[in-house]
């Protein structure tokens, strides 16, 4: 498993000043659509795969007496959103929202549907992380979704529409969208697990071996939680507003489960706040592990300058040369250095430089600051 790398933005198309509400802006690197409908009841599931709407109105006419997931991953088609919209009596708002993937956690209301929208955030095989709208429209006996890319995230929940165990195939739409959603929220588990992991491999290098990456790395990592924070927190408040809802296709049963997810969340949310806070004792371990190096190496320099100084301003005064005797008329110069012609005076002079040494590193080690170093 490689290292975490930045954080990967995919290119979105903003609506412009002015334009008209409703109108959809697709992404220039959205992928073509890929339909999948998944038609089941209690007794039998029946799948269709294609690229238009046929597709999908195939499926409706032979399967009147089924719940109807489609799938569709891939938003770069306007004339299969408008079609899909007009067809099911979509507000031009929430169609808006599909198209233009910068949106918020969100749970909307309408006459005879809602409308929900989820972030699907997780690593790929690059270690980039990926923040990728997933959007769903539930109506009576069908259930809508709207992927950006055309990876496969809901293995586990198609094994068990396959299955047919468990409420899934009977507890209608509003079900379903519990399902996708839940399954996104387990994957913030996962997400959050790497995360631990490498905060626990950077806090060992740390003490091992700190090096400046340690602090780029754990950088990189709490700007993943700060997003995975900006998404947990709406996400918290749009399960909660499904759980105060009173509309149909949200049904008890349905809310009994989407309680759980509601718990997941939050267990969600205190791991990103734990791990931050982790991450941010790690950035401040490593600034204070590099403080009192500098401060160790000061301190080493400041033993040596300290040693040195005497023994310069000896040095400093046997250099000035001031002679005891005019070399010219042999006159004796008074108060001139006496022993700047003593024989052996250069020995002497070292000796007592070594001397004046070795008394400032015995008072030195007495008072401890070797010990320190």
Request: hydrophobic share 40%; charged share 25%; aromatic share 10%.
């Given at each position: 498993?490689?290292?975490?790398?930045?954080?990967?933005?995919?290119?979105?198309?903003?609506?412009?000043?002015?334009?008209?509400?409703?109108?959809?802006?697709?992404?220039?690197?959205?992928?073509?659509?890929?339909?999948?409908?998944?038609?089941?009841?209690?007794?039998?599931?029946?799948?269709?795969?294609?690229?238009?709407?046929?597709?999908?109105?195939?499926?409706?006419?032979?399967?009147?007496?089924?719940?109807?997931?489609?799938?569709?991953?891939?938003?770069?088609?306007?004339?299969?959103?408008?079609?899909?919209?007009?067809?099911?009596?979509?507000?031009?708002?929430?169609?808006?929202?599909?198209?233009?993937?910068?949106?918020?956690?969100?749970?909307?209301?309408?006459?005879?549907?809602?409308?929900?929208?989820?972030?699907?955030?997780?690593?790929?095989?690059?270690?980039?992380?990926?923040?990728?709208?997933?959007?769903?429209?539930?109506?009576?006996?069908?259930?809508?979704?709207?992927?950006?890319?055309?990876?496969?995230?809901?293995?586990?929940?198609?094994?068990?529409?396959?299955?047919?165990?468990?409420?899934?195939?009977?507890?209608?739409?509003?079900?379903?969208?519990?399902?996708?959603?839940?399954?996104?929220?387990?994957?913030?588990?996962?997400?959050?697990?790497?995360?631990?992991?490498?905060?626990?491999?950077?806090?060992?290098?740390?003490?091992?071996?700190?090096?400046?990456?340690?602090?780029?790395?754990?950088?990189?990592?709490?700007?993943?939680?700060?997003?995975?924070?900006?998404?947990?927190?709406?996400?918290?408040?749009?399960?909660?507003?499904?759980?105060?809802?009173?509309?149909?296709?949200?049904?008890?049963?349905?809310?009994?489960?989407?309680?759980?997810?509601?718990?997941?969340?939050?267990?969600?949310?205190?791991?990103?706040?734990?791990?931050?806070?982790?991450?941010?004792?790690?950035?401040?371990?490593?600034?204070?592990?590099?403080?009192?190096?500098?401060?160790?190496?000061?301190?080493?320099?400041?033993?040596?300058?300290?040693?040195?100084?005497?023994?310069?301003?000896?040095?400093?005064?046997?250099?000035?040369?001031?002679?005891?005797?005019?070399?010219?008329?042999?006159?004796?110069?008074?108060?001139?250095m006496p022993e700047l012609y003593s024989p052996h005076g250069y020995i002497y002079a070292l000796g007592g430089m070594v001397l004046i040494g070795i008394i400032q590193v015995i008072v030195f080690w007495k008072k401890g600051w070797f010990s320190r170093l």
């Amino acid at each position: 498993m490689g290292h975490i790398k930045r954080v990967r933005y995919r290119t979105v198309k903003r609506q412009k000043v002015g334009e008209r509400p409703g109108a959809i802006n697709i992404a220039d690197d959205a992928l073509k659509p890929i339909i999948t409908v998944y038609s089941y009841n209690e007794k039998e599931l029946v799948c269709a795969d294609g690229h238009e709407l046929k597709v999908i109105l195939d499926q409706f006419k032979k399967c009147t007496d089924h719940t109807h997931w489609i799938q569709i991953r891939g938003l770069n088609d306007q004339k299969l959103i408008e079609d899909i919209g007009t067809y099911l009596k979509v507000n031009p708002l929430v169609l808006e929202d599909i198209a233009n993937t910068h949106q918020r956690p969100k749970f909307d209301e309408y006459d005879d549907y809602v409308f929900m929208v989820t972030r699907q955030v997780y690593f790929n095989e690059e270690g980039e992380l990926c923040n990728n709208q997933f959007s769903t429209i539930v109506k009576p006996n069908l259930i809508i979704s709207f992927e950006e890319t055309h990876d496969e995230h809901f293995e586990g929940v198609k094994a068990r529409l396959k299955a047919g165990k468990g409420a899934i195939r009977t507890a209608g739409p509003g079900y379903m969208a519990y399902a996708l959603n839940d399954t996104i929220i387990d994957t913030y588990f996962v997400l959050l697990a790497r995360i631990g992991d490498e905060l626990d491999s950077v806090e060992d290098r740390m003490y091992s071996n700190a090096d400046k990456s340690i602090m780029y790395d754990t950088q990189q990592l709490k700007r993943t939680l700060i997003i995975l924070r900006r998404i947990t927190w709406p996400e918290r408040d749009k399960i909660n507003d499904i759980l105060r809802s009173d509309n149909t296709l949200i049904s008890n049963e349905v809310k009994t489960y989407l309680k759980d997810a509601y718990d997941h969340i939050i267990q969600v949310m205190d791991l990103i706040e734990n791990y931050k806070e982790i991450a941010s004792s790690i950035i401040d371990l490593y600034l204070s592990l590099v403080s009192n190096r500098m401060n160790e190496i000061m301190k080493v320099l400041t033993i040596i300058s300290v040693i040195f100084i005497p023994l310069t301003f000896v040095a400093g005064i046997y250099g000035m040369n001031f002679a005891r005797v005019d070399p010219a008329t042999n006159k004796v110069m008074p108060d001139n250095m006496p022993e700047l012609y003593s024989p052996h005076g250069y020995i002497y002079a070292l000796g007592g430089m070594v001397l004046i040494g070795i008394i400032q590193v015995i008072v030195f080690w007495k008072k401890g600051w070797f010990s320190r170093l």
